[in-house]
Nanobody, 124 residues
Framework: QVQLVESGGGLVQAGASLKLSCANSGRTFMYAMGWFRQAPGKEREFVAAISWSGDTTTYTDSMKGRFAISRDNAKDTVYLQMNSLKPGDTAVYYC??????????????????WGQGTQVTVSS
């Protein structure tokens, strides 16, 4: 059974960094894994995704250069390094995984599994 467990969220000041982790406890092959976030009163939005091999990554334009996604297949874990955090980054961050390659990577309905979310709060 696939279970995605996020960790690493917290309360930080603007300009700080955080590194989120997402562990796939089911040890099941996933074609790609990604991160989405949902701020209060807003729809969930795509952040970044990475292929199983790690060779392919994609980001929402506004987060390029500040956020970096990576994975460690030996640990079946995906990471999201977030730097220069802003109050606008405050949201619940969700890890997601997809089994297949079809469709866009930046839409949530192409993902098969989701974590419970981890809260990131950035104070000004």
């Amino acid at each position: 059974q696939v279970q995605l467990v996020e960790s690493g969220g917290g309360l930080v000041q603007a300009g700080a960094s955080l590194k989120l982790s997402c562990a796939n406890s089911g040890r099941t092959f996933m074609y790609a894994m990604g991160w989405f976030r949902q701020a209060p009163g807003k729809e969930r939005e795509f952040v970044a995704a990475i292929s199983w091999s790690g060779d392919t990554t994609t980001y929402t334009d506004s987060m390029k250069g500040r956020f970096a996604i990576s994975r460690d297949n030996a640990k079946d874990t995906v990471y999201l390094q977030m730097n220069s955090l802003k109050p606008g980054d405050t949201a619940v961050y969700y890890c997601a995984a997809r089994r297949n390659s079809g469709g866009r990577w930046d839409v949530e309905w192409n993902y098969d599994y989701w974590g419970q979310g981890t809260q990131v709060t950035v104070s000004s």
